[in-house]
Nanobody, 123 residues
Framework: QVQLVESGGGLVQAGGSLRLSCAAS????????MGWFRQAPGKEREFVAA????????YYTDSVKGRFIISRDNAKNTVYLQMNRLKPEDTAVYYC????????????????WGQGTQVTVSS
């Protein structure tokens, strides 16, 4: 019933850009805060960005501020992550997630999770 499906990952050179998309279904998308997390091999999952129900508030981890932009289109039940000036340390599997809480950086606060999409940035 509930699905979050990420797409848009791939292999890019350092300095390049990618736009990730996450299509949601099976829940009332417009009342959920949406977030992006990432996990690299051998590392713990980390918070990347979040956006409030209406898109009026956003939050980014320090390492991506000024480079990544999170946005949402409630009419399409889709959240996006525009990633610019990518660095090798951005390499990870990226996951989208949903929570009824106000903007949260904590993975356990998120109720629904997607399957992830791989982003690889070459140096």
């Amino acid at each position: 019933q509930v699905q979050l499906v990420e797409s848009g990952g791939g292999l890019v050179q350092a300095g390049g850009s990618l736009r990730l998309s996450c299509a949601a279904s099976g829940f009332t998308f417009s009342i959920y805060t949406m977030g992006w997390f990432r996990q690299a091999p051998g590392k713990e999952r980390e918070f990347v960005a979040a956006i409030s129900w209406s898109g009026g508030s956003t939050y980014y981890t320090d390492s991506v501020k000024g480079r990544f932009i999170i946005s949402r289109d409630n009419a399409k039940n889709t959240v996006y992550l525009q990633m610019n000036r990518l660095k090798p340390e951005d390499t990870a599997v990226y996951y989208c997630a949903a929570t009824l809480q106000l903007v949260s950086t904590k993975g356990p606060d998120y109720q629904y999770w997607g399957q992830g999409t791989q982003v690889t940035v070459s140096s």
